[in-house]
């Protein structure tokens, strides 16, 4: 079946440093794969998505990261700040219309 | 410009009611797609919309039902409601069916059934 799933479910960082959220995922025929931030009351919002033939994309201080080999799915996030504090999921497009989200892991910022 | 629009932001149903949830996407976004939201967990998939034609659907039981508007608007109907219907309902729209990953989501409908 289809699934995406994440590593942890909390992580808690401190203000300044890097983040990294992984994700693990089992459909191969996933278009795209994508990264979204929900805050609490609010619905998830797009941070950035990478194609299925790249590895890596880099957006305004973030990082994804794509192995294919090892399904496996990674969010770097730079100079983490306290805004940065929500639950990211991962999700997967499947035949450009279907998307797939995972559980989500929680991040906090912690000043 | 307004982003997604969804109503009523929260109602509370009992079981064996009946609910409509109704999503007006951005202007120009032709494809509405519906979430569940169960608290604590990931948004699942019920159905997409393009062109006023179902093009997806989640595994959902038949009680759920949605329709999309010539304007793109789109309703999510629940029949026979279940304590475990109670959860965010989202809805989302991306200008094409084949357009990259990226959804817009509304901040949700919070249905409760008791």
């Known amino acids: 079946g289809e699934s995406v799933g994440l590593h942890l479910p909390t992580l808690s960082v401190q203000e300044g440093d890097n983040s990294i959220i992984n994700c693990a995922y089992s459909?191969?025929?996933?278009?795209?794969f994508i990264w979204y931030k929900q805050e609490s009351g609010k619905g998830p919002q797009f941070i950035i998505d990478?194609?299925?033939?790249?590895d890596k994309r880099q957006g305004q201080r973030v990082t994804v990261l794509l192995n294919k080999t090892v399904k496996h799915l990674s969010l770097q996030i730079a100079a983490t700040q306290p805004g940065d504090s929500a639950v990211y999921f991962c999700?997967?497009?499947?035949?450009?219309?279907?998307?797939?989200f995972g559980a989500g892991t929680r991040l906090f910022v912690k000043a | 410009d307004a982003g997604v629009t969804q109503s009523p932001t929260h109602l509370i149903k009992t079981r064996g009611q009946q609910v409509t949830l109704r999503c007006s996407p951005i202007?120009?976004?032709?494809?509405v797609s519906w979430y569940q939201q169960v608290l604590g967990q990931g948004p699942q998939f019920i159905f997409q919309?393009?062109?006023?034609?179902?093009?997806g659907r989640g595994n959902f039981p038949d009680r759920f039902s949605a329709r999309q508007f010539p304007n793109y608007s789109s309703e999510l109907n629940v029949n026979a409601l279940l304590l475990g219907d109670s959860a965010l309902y989202l809805c989302?729209?991306?200008?094409?069916?084949?357009?990259?990953?990226?959804?817009?989501f509304g901040e949700g409908s919070r249905l409760t059934v008791l």
């Open positions: 989302a729209s991306s200008p094409w069916i084949t357009d990259t990953g990226e959804l817009f």
């Open positions: 459909n191969s025929a996933s278009d795209y």
């Open positions: 990478i194609r299925s033939n790249m």
């Open positions: 999700a997967e497009n499947i035949l450009g219309f279907k998307t797939i």
């Open positions: 202007s120009g976004h032709k494809s």
């Open positions: 919309y393009y062109e006023k034609e179902e093009r």
